[in-house]
């Protein structure tokens, strides 16, 4: 495959957009099925960012971020939309590779067998280079590591990982840098299920006093929910990066605002397609809270609603760093 005739990904940038406000208050007030809920989303989503005493959560796969969809993540860091996020290791893996590389468009029937003998993994209908990947992320990580071991650290959190590698990779592209820049801090509770965990299990293997401190994460995560007046969380897709998100503001009451964006069923039990009420009999989400479950592909709904919310509210910066202020 001849990676010069192939397309890149792009990320998808946000603009102020009265079409799309119009649009979705249209297909809030014409009913009809996912078309309603999605308007519902925009309008809470809308309503949690208007509200100075509210805590945003943004929790969400790594999926995404191999997708247009990473530029709509961090225009919402840079717009003030987030105080926190809760994700996956895959999710600084593509951040990563994308700032260093280039992910190109595929198709969901090409032949994978193929595709792995000429260099390439499959992501959906997107191409990962194996050169831009794994080996990349390995080449730039370790003497990253070395030097933070040289200068005395034996233990990080995933908090300050995210942080000091969003001062590392130093690419406006990247979310792990605007979520630096704006002191949002970014959890990953699950750090080992990457190709970034894999890099730091090959280096402690090295330095064996190397350690991630997950308990200093929620530590920190108990601090954020409890020093919190109201919390409300968007979250996209399931796993652990949403459990984690509505587990932690059980403690203090549930969510006071609440949206989920998943293409999962719930009739098999799972938390991925477990809808907002189901988190109510839990105490993660209030009785009274606002909240719906939208059943979309985030990579359609998502741009949508956050355009919704740009324009209703102007660019709202620096909320983040005001509302968690950096350990």
């Given at each position: 495959m001849d990676r010069a005739k192939l397309r890149p990904v792009s990320d998808i940038r946000l603009r102020p957009s009265e079409e799309v406000v119009e649009l979705l208050d249209q297909m809030h007030g014409g009913g009809g099925f996912m078309g309603k809920n999605l308007a519902e989303v925009a309008r809470i989503h809308l309503d949690m960012v208007k509200d100075r005493r509210c805590t945003k959560f943004l929790s969400f796969p790594a999926a995404p971020m191999a997708t247009g969809l990473r530029g709509v993540f961090v225009d919402m860091v840079k717009n003030g939309m987030v105080d926190v996020?809760?994700?996956?290791?895959?999710?600084?893996?593509?951040?990563?590779?994308?700032?260093?590389?280039?992910?190109?468009?595929?198709?969901?029937?090409?032949?994978?067998?193929?595709?792995?003998?000429?260099?390439y993994h499959r992501l959906g209908n997107l191409l990962v280079p194996l050169d831009v990947y794994g080996p990349a992320i390995e080449k730039k990580m370790q003497p990253w590591l070395d030097q933070m071991y040289d200068g005395g650290r034996r233990s990080i959190s995933t908090e300050e990982l995210c942080s000091e590698l969003g001062k590392f990779v130093d690419d406006e592209s990247s979310l792990l840098y605007w979520a630096w820049k704006k002191g949002v801090p970014i959890f990953v509770p699950g750090p080992m299920d990457g190709a970034v965990g894999s890099q730091i299990w090959l280096f402690a293997n090295r330095r064996s006093d190397f350690r991630v401190d997950v308990i200093k994460d929620e530590k920190r995560l108990a601090d954020i929910v409890f020093d919190a007046k109201k919390t409300g969380a968007l979250v996209i897709g399931g796993g652990i990066s949403k459990h984690h998100t509505i587990w932690w503001n059980m403690f203090k009451g549930g969510l006071d605002y609440a949206c989920y964006i998943t293409t999962a069923v719930e009739y098999d039990g799972s938390l991925s397609g477990a809808q907002v009420r189901e988190a109510i009999s839990w105490g993660k989400v209030k009785e009274r809270a606002k909240q719906t479950t939208l059943y979309a592909d985030a990579t359609i709904a998502l741009p949508l609603v956050a355009t919704y919310t740009l324009t209703k509210m102007g660019a709202v910066t620096g909320t983040g760093n005001r509302r968690v202020p950096r350990p």
């Amino acid at each position: 495959m001849d990676r010069a005739k192939l397309r890149p990904v792009s990320d998808i940038r946000l603009r102020p957009s009265e079409e799309v406000v119009e649009l979705l208050d249209q297909m809030h007030g014409g009913g009809g099925f996912m078309g309603k809920n999605l308007a519902e989303v925009a309008r809470i989503h809308l309503d949690m960012v208007k509200d100075r005493r509210c805590t945003k959560f943004l929790s969400f796969p790594a999926a995404p971020m191999a997708t247009g969809l990473r530029g709509v993540f961090v225009d919402m860091v840079k717009n003030g939309m987030v105080d926190v996020i809760v994700t996956t290791c895959g999710t600084l893996d593509h951040d990563l590779a994308r700032a260093w590389g280039r992910y190109y468009h595929g198709s969901f029937d090409l032949d994978d067998a193929k595709l792995q003998k000429e260099g390439y993994h499959r992501l959906g209908n997107l191409l990962v280079p194996l050169d831009v990947y794994g080996p990349a992320i390995e080449k730039k990580m370790q003497p990253w590591l070395d030097q933070m071991y040289d200068g005395g650290r034996r233990s990080i959190s995933t908090e300050e990982l995210c942080s000091e590698l969003g001062k590392f990779v130093d690419d406006e592209s990247s979310l792990l840098y605007w979520a630096w820049k704006k002191g949002v801090p970014i959890f990953v509770p699950g750090p080992m299920d990457g190709a970034v965990g894999s890099q730091i299990w090959l280096f402690a293997n090295r330095r064996s006093d190397f350690r991630v401190d997950v308990i200093k994460d929620e530590k920190r995560l108990a601090d954020i929910v409890f020093d919190a007046k109201k919390t409300g969380a968007l979250v996209i897709g399931g796993g652990i990066s949403k459990h984690h998100t509505i587990w932690w503001n059980m403690f203090k009451g549930g969510l006071d605002y609440a949206c989920y964006i998943t293409t999962a069923v719930e009739y098999d039990g799972s938390l991925s397609g477990a809808q907002v009420r189901e988190a109510i009999s839990w105490g993660k989400v209030k009785e009274r809270a606002k909240q719906t479950t939208l059943y979309a592909d985030a990579t359609i709904a998502l741009p949508l609603v956050a355009t919704y919310t740009l324009t209703k509210m102007g660019a709202v910066t620096g909320t983040g760093n005001r509302r968690v202020p950096r350990p």
